[in-house]
């Protein structure tokens, strides 16, 4: 099925790849010659290009699946998202809850300074965030701080050292690894003024929104509650900082006890962020751009008039086919690694043991 999938996009699959290799040779160009002399520029200039290559993948979420996206919050968050920097932290669903925070970022005007954090990218944190205090535009940093998607298996593993350790019995979410939670906290407090606690679920009867299914054209609806924290509210003391993170992720878990219940998000309204027509600008210039240099390479060229040539080509559409079906199949969550049980150790270590995709 993947497989299929793979060859219906494979126009799509091309378009990436080209296009991604065109932002990236002149993002080297940038990084070479204008960086050295304006960091602030360089930025600007990188951020525009990243959303470029960004605004392809929204444009699949958006246009080509037609997936649709009901936010519940106040409307002081709505008018602040993407005026102010903030760290977004969130429950790890489905496989492309990254892509949901993109297509919010975009809608709120800042996918080019949108950065995500998972798994061992988390050990870097420290010395990334330093380099974000000066950023001369928005950001939003999310933290999947459960450290690895939700799935059945992970689930009961997370329950079973739960009880071992006298912890709140998750149902509905992972125990949060707090650590870098914390290193964030302590290395943005003097320059991000909110925390975003961004809680997803997808309602009764929906598809889920997974990778495969978006490049099949399978539409579905995903509902996301977002609660602005102030970063000056959070505790000072480390151990206050991942109790407050412990916390916020009990109380989501009854949140989502909720919304099994009521099929919806009744403690706040429902937002319209509208649906930005940007994405579909830009695939349809990448687009015609790329064919108009694609007829005019075969016009100028021999390739297709030899079999050296057309099996060159043969060849490439290949390679195309075979990453995109890489991409897809090892997006989704069954191709995560499963956690293990730990043995159960006392009280005091408190720390779930690291295994699998986990680390």
């Known amino acids: 099925m993947a497989i299929g999938a793979a060859l219906v996009i494979l ?18 160009i940038c990084f070479v010659f204008i960086r050295p002399l304006s960091k602030s520029t360089y930025r600007k200039i ?41 760290l977004v932290i969130c429950n790890h669903r489905s496989d492309i809850d990254w892509l949901v925070g993109w297509v919010l970022a975009q809608r709120s005007g800042c996918l080019g300074s949108a950065l995500a954090v998972m798994k061992k990218s988390s050990k870097f ?20 701080v ?8 992970k689930l009961l593993a997370a ?13 509905n979410v992972l125990i949060p690894r707090t650590k870098g939670f914390v290193s964030a906290v302590s290395n943005m407090r003097s320059f991000v003024p909110a ?62 006890d909720k919304h099994i219940a009521e099929d919806t998000f009744s403690d ?35 390739l297709l008039s030899s079999r050296k040539g057309i099996a060159f080509a043969v060849s490439s559409l290949a390679v195309v086919t075979l990453l995109m079906y890489i991409l897809i199949r090892f997006s989704q969550s069954d191709r995560s690694t499963t956690a293990k049980v730990a043995a159960a150790k006392p009280k005091c270590e408190g720390k779930p043991s690291e295994t699998g995709d986990d680390k």
């Open 159 to 171: 329950q079973e050292y739960a009880g071992s350790q006298g912890l709140p019995i998750p149902r």
């Open 268 to 302: 706040q309204e429902l937002q319209d962020l509208g649906r930005p027509k940007k994405s579909l600008v830009v695939v349809t210039s990448w687009a015609c751009l790329l064919i108009s240099g694609a007829l005019k390479f075969l016009q100028r060229s021999s």
């Open 146 to 153: 459960e450290g690895t998607r939700f799935t059945l298996p």
């Open 11 to 28: 126009p799509l699959g091309v378009l990436f790849f080209c296009s991604g290799l065109i932002v990236n040779i002149i993002q080297a």
């Open 46 to 86: 990188n951020r525009q290009l990243a959303e470029l290559l960004w605004l392809e993948l929204v444009w699949i979420f958006d246009w080509w699946a037609g997936v649709q996206i009901k936010v519940f919050t106040d409307k002081e968050t709505v008018r602040l998202m993407g005026k102010e920097h903030a």
């Open 195 to 256: 925390i975003y606690d961004v809680t997803l679920a997808i309602p009764k009867g929906s598809p889920p929104p997974t990778m495969l299914n978006l490049f099949k054209g399978k539409s579905s609806v995903v509902h996301v509650h977002i609660k602005r924290h102030l970063m000056k509210e959070l505790p000072e003391t480390e151990d206050g900082v991942a109790q407050w993170c412990k916390d916020i992720f009990v109380a989501k878990d009854a949140l989502l």
């Open 125 to 144: 944190l420290p010395s990334g965030l330093q380099r974000l205090k000066d950023f001369p535009r928005p950001f939003w940093l999310a933290l999947f």
